[in-house]
């Protein structure tokens, strides 16, 4: 069963740096993209950030780009996602999603529970 | 602003057939497969709908997707009440490089 839990979360200053967490379980992590996702409050769902199974391509939605980073460590099975100079619109529920099987970017098929940031000061 | 557009509700009686909208453009969905997603109250999204119009494994039949040029659907016959729930089209646009979702519409079941 694939399982993906986020970690890393909480209540952050305005312009402080926050590192979130994936840790997956139940399917091949190495063989797989992985995607960040964000929803806040009351609102849909926002594409942050993707990466391929072996980090050689990444990419960001505009609204990120430059204060997001995306990496992963293949021998731990984990998925992180490195928020710079964070603002109160990041204030969101950060979703890790696994990838599908047909390319880099593929489709989301798999998603976390979430995990909350709120930027407040 | 979505880059895909849904209408922000929809509603329907048990055992109605209800259809959701996705309008897009030439860069995402008229390009691209269109994904649904179905998100219970409280809980993460899951895959409805995978590359237009293919169901997941434990999806019901229930369930369909189709496309047309720049637009999809999502319909949803015999509407039960734990259908209850929001619903999100997404596809990858060409153009910005990276995936867009509509903005979500919320299906009740009167």
């Known amino acids: 069963e694939v399982q993906l839990v986020e970690s890393g979360g909480g209540l952050v200053q305005p312009g402080r740096s926050l590192r979130l967490s994936c840790a997956a379980s139940g399917f091949s992590f190495d063989d797989y993209a992985m995607h960040w996702v964000r929803q806040a409050p009351g609102k849909g769902l926002e594409w942050v950030a993707g990466?391929?199974?072996?980090?050689?391509?990444?990419g960001y939605a505009g609204s990120v780009k430059g204060r997001f980073t995306i990496s992963r460590d293949n021998a731990k099975g984990s998925l992180y996602l490195q928020i710079d100079s964070l603002r109160p619109e990041d204030t969101a529920l950060y979703y890790c999603?696994?990838?599908?099987?047909?390319?880099?970017?593929?489709?989301?098929?798999?998603w976390g529970q979430g995990i909350l940031v709120t930027v407040s000061s | 602003q979505s880059v895909l557009t849904q209408p922000p509700s929809a509603s329907g009686t048990p055992g109605q057939r209800v259809t959701i909208s996705c309008s897009g453009s030439n860069s995402n969905i008229e390009s691209n497969y269109v994904y649904w997603y179905q998100q219970l109250p409280e809980t993460a999204p899951k895959l409805l709908i995978s590359?237009?119009?293919q169901r997941p494994s434990g999806v019901p039949d229930r369930f369909s997707g189709s496309k047309s040029g720049t637009s999809a659907s999502l319909a949803i016959s015999g509407l039960r009440s734990e259908d209850e729930a929001d619903y999100y089209c997404a596809a990858w646009d060409d153009s910005l490089s990276g995936w867009v979702f509509g903005g979500g519409t919320k299906l009740t079941v009167l």
């Open positions: 999603a696994k990838a599908g099987p047909g390319g880099t970017y593929d489709y989301f098929d798999y």
């Open positions: 590359k237009n119009n």
């Open positions: 990466i391929s199974w072996n980090s050689g391509s990444i």
